[in-house]
């Protein structure tokens, strides 16, 4: 089971950079133990919290010629690590 799927980048997840926070996008099934240890092996920091959100799907409607088709995004699950003092993860590198 892969834990960690992407890096959250949002302006909300950018500005939490500042605090040490990062923001990522998790299996749902993960707990927190799971994702802690998964952050610490694949980026060499220590991780100091970690808090979850389940967020749910949105709905979208679209309007096409014959009909009004209505529909969900996928819900999903995403972290708020906090790592600690003097730690510093480099989300942008890859990109």
């Known amino acids: 089971m892969q834990v960690l799927i992407k ?3 949002t302006e909300k997840a ?3 950079n500042d605090q040490s926070v990062f923001v990522f996008v ?3 099934n993960a ?3 799971q994702i802690k240890k998964a952050v ?3 980026y060499d920091v220590k991780v100091d919290s970690v808090r979850t959100a389940i967020m749910p799907g949105k709905s ?3 309007y096409t010629k014959t009909a009004v088709i209505d529909g969900r995004t996928s819900s999903f699950k995403k972290a708020m690590v906090k790592l600690a003092d003097g730690e510093v993860i480099d989300i942008y590198e890859n990109m």
Do not use: I, Q, S, Y
């Open 7 to 9: 890096p959250l980048v």
């Open 31 to 33: 707990d927190k133990g």
């Open 40 to 42: 610490e092996d694949k």
């Open 26 to 28: 998790v299996n749902k």
């Open 14 to 16: 950018a500005m939490m």
């Open 60 to 62: 979208k409607t679209r």
